[in-house]
Structure formats: C-alpha cells, structure tokens
C-alpha cells in the first residue's frame, strides 16, 4: 500500500506562481512513477505531468514550459512548480504514483483557483 498526502495549492492570479508538493509514503521502494493530474469543474481528470524513477518527465502540451515535475527518491516527494498561471489552471490537482507491480494511488486532491 501506498498513501499519497498532497499540499500546497491555494489562490493566485492570473500570472502568478504556485508550488503543490506530495509526499508518498507505505511501501514506497515499489513506486515507479509519479505524477500530478487535475479535474476542473465539469471535466474529466486529465494528465499535466509525470516523472520516472531515472528522472525523464513528460507534460501536456498545456503546461509545457510553464510547469516543472520534480522529485526526491530519498524524500519520497514529488513536487510540481506551476508559473505563468492561467485562469484555466483552475482545477482539484491529484497526486499519482504507479507500483513495479502495476497498482496504482492517488492523493485525495488540492485545489488550485487561479483568478484573471
């Protein structure tokens, strides 16, 4: 098992910078993967960020060069630094880890209203 305890988040405006942390903890030596997905009101989860256990990340095209995945294997964190935000970043954002084995976790989510 594998809990996933998400903080930061909060208000900011349009411009503006953020910092969502996650700290995993339970049986953390089978984490793979990690990532950060978000679900705006009215929409489906969607992915923005995930980063491997040797370091190589991947974004989608709508945070790209804006957010920056990062991680702590001796921590067990993954963090997720958001500049230059958009109202339409406006979302719950959930942290996501993938086991060795396949399984999968996430947090219970942080909200993130970026206003124009």
């Known amino acids: 098992q594998v809990q996933m305890v998400e903080s930061g988040g909060g208000l900011a405006q349009a411009g503006g910078s953020l910092r969502l942390s996650c700290a995993a903890s339970?049986?953390?030596?089978?984490?793979?993967?990690m990532a950060w997905y978000r679900q705006a009101p009215g929409k489906q989860r969607e992915f923005v960020a995930t980063i491997s256990s040797d370091g190589s990340t991947n974004y989608a095209d709508s945070v790209k060069d804006r957010f920056t995945i990062s991680r702590d294997n001796a921590k067990n964190t993954v963090a997720l630094q958001m500049n230059s935000l958009k109202p339409e970043d406006t979302a719950v954002y959930y942290c996501?880890?993938?086991?060795?084995?396949?399984?999968?976790?996430w947090g219970q989510g942080t909200q993130v209203t970026v206003s124009s």
């Open positions: 996501y880890s993938r086991t060795t084995s396949g399984y999968t976790y």
């Open positions: 339970g049986s953390i030596f089978r984490i793979n993967v």
